[in-house]
């Protein structure tokens, strides 16, 4: 399975405007002709001014025919003359990911979020882990067999991890969703405490592979699947 993980960096007081046209235009448009929308956020904590959206491909291939659909749409296109007016638009960033076989999602066909957490907001820990050439497969060992199941079992709801595929290599890209903030800083504090964890510690430290880690903190927006 393939994600394609868009980041748009807007001009200060420009985004509600284009966040305003994707909703009424662009969104609707991209749901008849592309992959499902796998979720939508602004970011919060990080570049703000940002939001960071996912669409997932079981078969990559058919994103060209949907790209040239959605060109011939009305929809699109009205969408794509508000874009252009408001000027909104500073950086753009595409990433493909793959997802790993632990990944919650593992295909785009029949996603449907289901909402493990309490409460009823959402904030989510955006990862991006950049490691040393040839040092990723042994980090993602360990933690599949140290890291993960203690994460599990005590921090929210785990909503993807990917390698990126297309973009900058030697790079993991993940996901979890918590209450809030408070929910997650009392979450990962009892992590870092537990045996577990320590054992995670001991199985990456002679691997030196962690080159940058990179983390934001975002929350969905309304049309979000995921919130």
């Known amino acids: 399975m393939y994600v394609e993980q868009r980041q748009y960096t807007f001009h200060p007081g420009k985004m509600p405007l284009w966040m305003d046209a994707y909703q009424s235009l662009g969104g609707p448009a991209s749901a008849r002709h592309m992959g499902p929308l796998l979720g939508f956020f602004q970011v919060e904590v990080g570049t703000i001014?940002?939001?960071?959206?996912?669409?997932?491909?079981?078969?990559?291939?058919?994103?060209?025919?949907?790209?040239?659909?959605?060109?011939?749409?009305?929809?699109?296109?009205?969408?794509?003359?508000?874009?252009?007016?408001?000027?909104?638009?500073?950086?753009?960033?595409v990433k493909f990911l793959k997802t790993v076989p632990f990944s919650p999602i593992t295909q785009a066909k029949g996603f449907q979020f289901k909402r493990e957490i309490g409460g009823t907001g959402m904030f989510v820990d955006h990862r991006t882990y950049d490691f040393h050439p040839g040092k990723m497969a042994g980090w993602l060992e360990a933690y599949e067999k140290y890291g993960l199941p203690v994460q599990k079992r005590m921090l929210g709801q785990l909503l993807l991890f990917a390698v990126t595929e297309i973009g900058p290599i030697n790079q993991v890209v993940f996901m979890w969703a918590y209450e809030g903030l408070g929910d997650r800083d009392r979450r990962r504090t009892a992590m870092m405490s537990d045996p577990g964890w320590a054992e995670f510690g001991k199985a990456i430290a002679p691997l030196g592979a962690l080159k940058q880690q990179t983390v934001m903190e975002m929350k969905p927006t309304a049309f979000s699947p995921v919130k």
């Open 49 to 93: 001014n940002r939001v960071v959206f996912l669409r997932g491909w079981d078969d990559i291939d058919a994103r060209e025919a949907g790209l040239a659909a959605r060109e011939a749409d009305p929809d699109w296109q009205a969408f794509r003359k508000r874009s252009a007016e408001a000027g909104a638009l500073a950086q753009q960033e």
